[in-house]
């Protein structure tokens, strides 16, 4: 006859929790200052990726419009 294993088996969810929450630990969160400019960049880079889509959407609608003689 086999040996029975000792302990319990960890249930899934249980371990799951404690896994993540240890994963959270080993994180290295941001300062406040740093969030804030890392937000700033984001919101700026966004602004700047509007821009050049909005000019690429006008010169092809210039295009189009040049290509139908509309």
Known sequence: M???AKGKKAN???SYFR????????????TRREATQLT???ILVMFVVGV???LG???AQ???GLLLNV
Do not use: Q
Not at 19 to 30: C, D, F, N
């Open 19 to 30: 896994e993540t929450a240890g994963e959270l630990r080993k994180v290295t969160w941001p």
């Open 2 to 4: 086999a040996e029975k």
């Open 12 to 14: 899934p969810i249980t």
């Open 52 to 54: 050049i889509l909005w």
């Open 40 to 42: 700033g960049l984001v």
């Open 62 to 64: 210039a295009l189009i």
């Open 57 to 59: 959407d006008l010169g």
